[in-house]
């Protein structure tokens, strides 16, 4: 069996390193656009919910909201699949492209069943660039700063949230909601600049016997070519599943679906109803939405101070104490404090929720060798979708059922000491090996 992180020691930290952030940028695109169209839901939902033709309930809201989660179930082990057989570029641009037209389709949608068919096939595209995204940054960044560039590139979802939010801000009340939604179709106008500017996988054209290729791309970015007893892409693509429960990696996978689950639960829990909620709890319609781009905002920049802190200190702790600080925040949202108190409180729990949540991700695609790492990703992504999709349910519940508005924090907050918990699980990397 291949050992872990075997792609990464045989890399050689080489001078040339000019263009490996071309990579990182080109993925904080994408990810800015999934952050965008999976927080902008949630950024319309007030409007949604008052829209005279739709005449949509909180339970109806929670349907929609979860259709574009089922989707990402399917996209991400689909895509992560898909991505480690035929190549990482061309599941990348198959990937934006399937969730920009969808947006479209979304924002035109007459009904709202044509609404939830149009946002499942956006979860699709959604679903799948994320786990693309962690092998291709990953592989093309210097090892010494691999958390760092992981960060910054999973930033672009933050950012993405926020847009979404400020979106919403200036746009929702004087144009409705359709405007804000039909902007998550705007990556369609860089299909061009990602085709020419995204390489491929150096470890695919390797695998795949397409040496001349795989040695220009490394000149290219400065980084080594795998070593050659890496086990094929192509073989690890055969077996799926089977790879990540051998023995060496179930424990591991078992970890890490756990933590991603709960925090997505977290994650998509309070991005789709920390709007309403907070409009619940008196809040007018502007602040209500603000604390969303707030929650967004700092998780953006938390997201690379973990990543700068987990360079120095290792993931576990960092992931373990992030999550823990995020569920003592999220509780203390059950007490009325003073609006500028509130934004702070929220804000920690960004850090704690989706900053942690990135620096899952990071350690899970860190932590499988090359041949398999979309698969790992995509595949523990998928999974995470039943969390995706249970986080706006909760908060639908209780909106439906008049329950207190405390019971929302209560479970999203429990969810997060969950994951804490969960990463604890996978045994610590060792110089790229698991410890035994």
């Not at 929702?172 to 804000?180: A, I, K, M």
């Not at 179709?185 to 995204?198: I, N, S, W």
Request: aromatic residues 12%.
């Amino acid at each position: 069996m291949t050992a872990v992180g075997e792609v990464v020691s045989a890399r050689e930290i080489m001078p040339r390193r000019s263009n490996t952030g071309l990579v990182t940028w080109l993925c904080w695109i994408a990810m800015f656009a999934e952050g965008y169209d999976m927080s902008a839901l949630g950024a319309v939902l007030p409007g949604m919910l008052t829209d005279p033709v739709w005449h949509l309930t909180p339970a109806g809201a929670s349907l929609l909201a979860s259709c574009a989660l089922v989707g990402m179930f399917f996209g991400g082990y689909g895509f992560g699949v898909i991505a480690d057989r035929t190549g990482r570029k061309r599941a990348f641009l198959m990937c934006v492209t399937l969730f920009s037209l969808a947006s479209t389709c979304a924002a035109l949608a007459p009904w709202p069943a044509v609404f939830g068919v149009a946002r499942f096939f956006c979860g699709v595209g959604v679903g799948g660039i994320v786990p693309i995204c962690s092998a291709l940054v990953y592989e093309f960044s210097p090892p010494e700063s691999a958390n760092r560039q992981y960060a910054l590139m999973y930033s672009g979802y933050t950012l993405g949230i926020l847009g979404a939010a400020l979106a919403a801000f200036g746009l929702l009340e004087p144009h409705g909601w359709r405007v804000v939604i039909g902007l998550g179709a705007a990556p369609l106008l860089l299909m061009p600049v990602f085709a020419g500017l995204m390489p491929e996988s150096v470890a695919f054209l390797s695998a795949r016997g397409r040496k001349a290729e795989a040695a220009a791309v490394a000149a290219r970015y400065g980084i080594a070519l795998p070593a050659e007893d890496v086990k094929p892409a192509s073989d690890a693509a055969r077996v799926g599943l089977r790879a990540l429960f051998a023995p060496g990696y179930r424990r591991a996978t078992a970890g890490f679906w756990l933590a991603t689950f709960a925090g997505m639960v977290v994650v998509y829990g309070l991005t789709t109803w920390l709007p309403q909620i907070m409009k619940s709890a008196g809040y007018e319609l502007g602040p209500s939405i603000l604390f969303l781009g707030v929650f967004a905002l700092a998780s953006s920049a938390g997201g690379v101070v973990l990543g700068f802190i987990a360079d120095r200190i290792g993931r576990t702790v960092t992931i373990l104490c992030a999550f823990a600080v995020g569920a003592g925040a999220i509780l203390a949202l059950n007490h009325p404090w003073p609006l500028a108190v509130t934004y702070a409180i929220v804000a920690v729990a960004g850090v704690g929720t989706i900053s942690a949540a990135v620096m899952v991700t990071s350690y899970l695609a860190a932590y499988f060798p090359s041949g398999i790492r979309a698969t790992a990703v995509g595949s523990c992504l998928s999974f995470s979708r039943f969390g995706a999709v249970c986080g706006p349910i909760v908060g639908g519940l209780v909106a439906t059922y008049g329950l207190p508005l405390a019971w929302n924090f209560t479970a999203y907050g429990s969810a997060a000491l969950l994951a804490a918990a969960a990463i604890l699980l996978p045994p610590v990397l060792r110089d790229g090996h698991v410890a035994s």
